[in-house]
């Protein structure tokens, strides 16, 4: 085994490597940077839960009525 061999290819491989290293470094530092995605769903505010309790109420008791004037 020819250690001096050896040693020349493995230096050449870390060459290759740092080129390919520094290459994929220019290209994220040129990329434009993605803007987080929300996960899961917007929370309400007070008001707009207020406004939704009462629209439902009103579906409800429309829902009911009709129910109860089907029969």
Do not use: C, Q
């Not at 990329?31 to 929370?43: D, E, F, I, N």
């Amino acid at each position: 085994m020819d250690v001096h061999k050896l040693i020349r290819e493995l230096l050449e491989e870390r060459d290759r490597v740092n080129e390919a290293i520094a290459k994929l470094e220019g290209l994220a530092t040129r990329a434009p940077l993605a803007t987080p995605r929300r996960r899961g769903r917007k929370s309400m505010s007070f008001s707009e839960r207020a406004e939704v309790a009462e629209r439902m109420k009103k579906y409800w008791a429309a829902s009911r009525k009709k129910k109860k004037n089907g029969r």
